[in-house]
């Protein structure tokens, strides 16, 4: 047993391959589906918007994927990504338990975003693309990728929701330093931006408006393709570096095996990015860790939504995906961990709850600033609000480790920092931060709404083609 | 010879003592002078402000003085930090020179200054103190000691310059999340702060005022004490772990000794955390590593200022110190790296420059910005402004290797990330920055104004006293 806070690897220890769940899923997800036709899509229907090598791995259902040398020799910028024992949390706490968390906010943006972001922009560059666009809200994920093109000498265009452009301008600076062009979403520079700046030249924008703006960007240029940082299979692959590394760590400092994983739950790239790799020990050599993403209880969609069909942008431009959903277009409470506020779940991710493979809870907003600023007072480290949602289920689990007298091991995944989100601790000090629970009425009145087919439509349909 | 790009050393080569570069001086630094009697001060005057252990660092030349465990506990949080090789800025500027950069942003609050910051809470809470109080300008100071109190219980009270507190809130915010009381200065609190609101309400409050409230707030109470960040010998000393580590790390990456060591340069903690034990090997060994500080043209004390006695702050409450100046109440022009405004250096620092054993150069605020984007850009970590400076040394180095055809070994302080500075980046890329750099009649005039001893003259009053 290794008494160091910080459990480290060195660079020839960076994973040499992803892993891909789907091989390993009693259930593959259902396939994505055209909305005009209602049949399932191929992967040529992508091929305007992607990379044929991120297509490829889209479908994929290979275990491993190798990642590529150029991609490893950027991720050793960053990676491998400390692991840390939080002892003076758990002293904090007088629990029993365990807790070790890896820290992903050491890469240039602060996150976990540059795990897809690198290896997105490097097949791009190598398949002759010359721009990519992208859309941010906040900009986590915009900064991710400008700093992956610059490693790459390719564009950048990012479409950022105005009111955030204007309100947020930290990321929006970084971005450009690293290069990158941010515009303010809506634009004039798309027909889908002159649109809406027709009918209300003052809007403060919306992520939908931003991804019209970005794949209709992408259409404009055969050497410009578009990119997206969450939801997609390949994204959440990418993203499975952290529990690859997460593993070795806690071999290498003698800990047992996590009964407990937690993450943050978005659209599922940072949940799948440390729990798969744990998952896959669960399918494969009968462990039984449970991986548990923490949503806020603002977007409830694992916790409280329904499993069907639905869009996975607002304004209904993708293919139909299988999902946990509350709707394409409901419009969460704004809480300040903007990263969780996406309606559904990537499909692999959905797939594996429906299957009780994965389990999720819900935590509110203030519940998730009292764990962060604990973390904050104990570990040193100021959490993104993201993290906050995963910590707090941390600080429960621990507390009910305390309370039955049971050692429980517990790894969380520490997405980020929250140097950019000062302004939401602020809200917290001041008290100006609202619970935001969804009601029964307002859970049922959002899925109501979905229109498209159900699960169970779509799998008769699929046995009828045979 | 390894090839990776970071060097990383384990928990338990976190040093286990800071070296005292005073017991290797061929010239000790002068005392300390009262200023109403002009004789030298001995330690005892200190008791007021500081707990005992750290008046006797200041004033001791053991050449290594023990870290303690608790120290070396709280530093294991982010120690030892990772040291890289910039090969992607080497590929950028096609250099034969080797760069390497200590990386000290990894810390919680961002930058070098909890190195001392944490020993200084430390010995504080050994010897009973309850709140320690300190003044702070764009908060990079106050937030590590923020971060220091709350790892050792004890309650911190920041003076914060107003105009900072009004228009900086993140740095504030991050204080006030580790648990500090932070008010803006001047405040209603002291004394000091009621006199200057009495004169003028709307004042936007200066470091010169922060401090006479802190140490007012220190005088209040027994149990409370004051902290500084930079200047003062024990706090250069307690920044030393930086180059020793940096020393093992060059080490185990098979690289040679460095040919020159830059950092950027304020008061001199930043740059003598990471030379003082290059300079140990220059003066033990018989090495030959060039240490050169980087300090900005707006605040030129190191290489147009002059020798000789002056006051630490900007009012004139401190003892009289032997340093290089621009005079105390020399007011720099407003650049964005507000670490590296202060007017004078502390003892050591001068003393080494006087005596030839180490160098400075001038960096302009738009060099530095160029250096700090171009970094950025290849190594992916946005630069603390102060950093820029010692960027743009290197590059300046690195050129110059190019042009002769020599390669050459580079080591600089990466001394903090850019994350809370993004506005300053933003005036870079707007082409709001000015160069800033002092004419030789600004120089001339901010030196004639000082009227404290000379250097010599002090030397024949001590050769007199015996």
Chains 1, 2 share one sequence.
Not at 440 to 456: L, R, Y
Request: hydrophobic share 40%.
């Amino acid at each position: 047993m290794d008494n160091s806070r910080k459990i480290t690897l060195s660079e020839s220890e960076i994973p040499t391959h992803w892993y891909n769940i789907v091989h390993d899923m009693p259930n593959k997800p259902l396939p994505p589906l055209n909305p005009g036709t209602g049949e399932p899509i191929g992967p040529e229907a992508l091929m305007p918007l992607f990379p044929m090598e991120l297509i490829k791995q889209e479908v994929s259902q290979e275990k491993y994927i190798e990642i590529p040398d150029q991609v490893r020799d950027v991720y050793s910028m960053w990676r491998p990504t400390p692991m840390f024992r939080a002892r003076n949390l758990e002293k904090m706490l007088d629990t029993p338990a365990k807790i070790y968390y890896k820290f992903e906010g050491v890469s240039p943006s602060g996150s976990h975003k540059p795990n897809t972001a690198v290896p997105q922009a490097y097949y791009n560059a190598q398949e002759g693309v010359k721009r990519i666009t992208t859309e941010t809200g906040a900009g986590q994920w915009g900064s991710a990728l400008s700093f992956a093109c610059q490693m790459f000498g390719i564009e950048c265009d990012v479409h950022m929701v105005r009111i955030s452009f204007d309100q947020k301008p930290y990321r929006k600076m970084m971005m450009q330093t690293w290069g990158a062009n941010v515009y303010p979403s809506p634009s004039e520079r798309t027909e889908a931006g002159r649109q809406v700046l027709a009918k209300d030249p003052d809007t403060p924008g919306s992520l939908g408006i931003a991804i019209s703006e970005a794949v209709e960007g992408a259409a404009m240029s055969e050497t410009t393709k578009y990119s997206l940082g969450s939801v997609l299979n390949h994204v959440l692959m990418h993203q499975t570096v952290i529990g690859l590394e997460s593993i070795k760590q806690l071999e290498k400092a003698g800990a047992d095996l996590p009964d407990y994983v937690f993450a943050p739950f978005g659209g599922g790239s940072n949940f799948a990015g440390i729990s798969f790799p744990f998952v896959h020990l669960n399918l494969t050599e009968g462990k039984n860790i449970q991986c548990i993403a923490s949503e806020p209880t603002s977007a409830p969609k694992l916790t409280r939504g329904v499993f069907r069909y639905d869009f996975g942008d607002t304004v209904g431009m993708t293919p139909l995906i299988p999902m946990y959903t509350l709707g394409h277009d409901f419009v969460p409470a704004k809480i300040h961990a903007g990263g969780l506020r996406y309606h559904g779940a990537g499909a692999i991710v959905s797939q594996l709850l429906a299957d009780g493979l994965i389990g999720a809870e819900a935590i509110d907003q203030i519940e998730s600033f009292e764990a962060g600023v604990m973390f904050a007072r104990a570990e040193g480290i100021v959490p993104a609000p993201e993290a906050n949602h995963a910590i707090a289920s941390v600080i429960r689990a621990a507390n009910a480790a305390k309370e039955a007298g049971e050692s429980k091991t517990i790894l969380f995944n520490m997405c980020g920092h929250g140097n950019f989100d000062m302004l939401a601790y602020q809200d917290y000090f001041a008290g100006n931060l609202e619970k935001h629970e969804m009601t029964q009425e307002e859970v049922d009145a959002a899925v109501a709404k979905i229109e498209s087919p159900t699960i169970d439509s779509v799998k008769e349909m699929l046995a009828n083609m045979g």
